[in-house]
C-alpha cells in the first residue's frame, strides 16, 4: 500500500525534472502591433415611390432627394488618431423601374465636404446592388473632420416617357456598413 501513494509522488518528481525548458524571447513584443477592426452600421434608409412624385402637381420629382446623418464614429479621439483606413459596404435594392444616380459625401460640421466617392449608378429593377469603397487616411487627413454623410439620390429620366404611379408600391433601400482598421 505504502508503494502505491508513493508512486504518484515519485511521478510527479520524475516529470518535473525531466521537463524541457525553452528560452522565451521578450524582445520579440517589440514587433508586435495590434490592429483592431470594428464594423458598424452607418446609414439605412428606404424610399417609396411618393418620395419621387409630387401629388399636387402630378409630376415627377427630378431633383436629388438628399438623407444627411451624423456620423458619429470619428467623435472617439482614439478612433481619429488611430484610424489607418475605412471600408464602406453599401448594398442597394432598387424595385423601381428606372434607374437611379446616388452620390455619397462626407462633410464636416460647416457642411464643407470632407470627402466623396464616384457617382454609384443603379439600374432599374436590381435588388442587389453593392459596392465596396476605400478610403485610405493617409492619403485623406482631412477625413477625419467628418461629422455628417449626405446621401443624395436621384430619379432618372424614364425612357419611353412614363411617369411613377404614386399607387404602385416601389421601393428603394439603400443602406451601408463600415469596417474601421485602427493601429495601436
Request: glycine letters at 2%; proline letters at 3%; a neutral charge.
Amino acid at each position: 500500500m505504502k508503494n502505491i501513494r508513493k508512486t504518484p509522488i515519485f511521478l510527479i518528481f520524475i516529470f518535473l525534472f525531466s521537463s524541457c525548458v525553452k528560452y522565451v524571447d521578450f524582445e520579440q513584443i517589440e514587433d508586435l502591433t495590434v490592429e483592431p477592426v470594428f464594423t458598424s452600421s452607418l446609414v439605412y434608409f428606404t424610399l417609396d415611390q411618393v418620395t419621387f412624385f409630387d401629388r399636387i402637381n402630378s409630376v415627377e420629382v427630378i431633383t436629388p432627394i438628399s438623407k444627411t446623418s451624423k456620423f458619429l464614429s470619428l467623435n472617439s479621439s482614439f478612433v481619429k488618431n488611430n484610424l489607418i483606413k475605412l471600408e464602406l459596404e453599401f448594398e442597394i435594392s432598387n424595385q423601381f423601374d428606372r434607374d437611379f444616380t446616388i452620390n455619397v459625401e462626407f462633410l464636416d460640421d460647416n457642411n464643407t465636404r470632407t470627402h466623396r466617392f464616384n457617382t454609384f449608378n443603379v439600374d432599374a429593377n436590381n435588388l442587389n446592388y453593392a459596392q465596396k469603397e476605400v478610403i485610405n487616411i493617409i492619403n485623406n487627413q482631412l477625413f477625419l473632420s467628418s461629422t455628417k454623410i449626405r446621401v443624395s439620390v436621384q430619379l432618372s429620366p424614364s425612357n419611353n416617357g412614363a411617369v411613377i404611379n404614386p399607387n404602385v408600391v416601389k421601393n428603394l433601400v439603400f443602406k451601408t456598413a463600415g469596417t474601421f482598421f485602427l493601429k495601436l
